[in-house]
């Protein structure tokens, strides 16, 4: 069992950063962020891999979000630039077990507990 625990989310806004930290209690294969705005479905952001490091964003993010990780410390970040009101909603990590393909969810099954961005005009 691998526990996940998110910070850095808060109150900004629009055009200010954020970074958010996801800390593991163990290793696993990929580490993914998700996020989920009201009345909307969760839907992926990005994903790393641990070993080698290699990154996946949405379309949306391309160029203003940075994933990374800290190996040593079990750790993964979301650095967010020139945040948008559109990315306002409840930030999950989450961790998979094994290769991960395409954005859904369902193939992540370790779960942090969210953490909140709210971007203001």
């Known amino acids: 069992q691998v526990q996940l625990v998110e910070s850095g989310g808060g109150l900004v806004q629009a055009g200010d950063s954020l970074r958010l930290s996801c800390a593991a209690s163990g290793r696993t294969y990929a580490v993914g962020w998700f996020r989920q705005a009201p009345g909307k479905e969760r839907e992926f952001v990005a994903r790393i891999t641990w070993s080698i490091g290699g990154t996946e964003y949405m379309d949306s993010v391309k160029g203003r979000f940075t994933i990374s990780r800290d190996n040593a410390k079990n750790t993964m970040y979301l650095q967010m630039n020139s945040l948008k009101p559109e990315d306002t909603a409840v930030y999950y990590c989450?961790?998979?077990?094994?290769?991960?393909?395409?954005?859904?969810?369902?193939?992540?099954?370790?779960w942090g507990q969210g953490t909140r961005v709210t971007v203001s005009l």
């Open positions: 989450a961790a998979s077990s094994g290769p991960v393909f395409g954005p859904s969810p369902t193939q992540y099954i370790y």
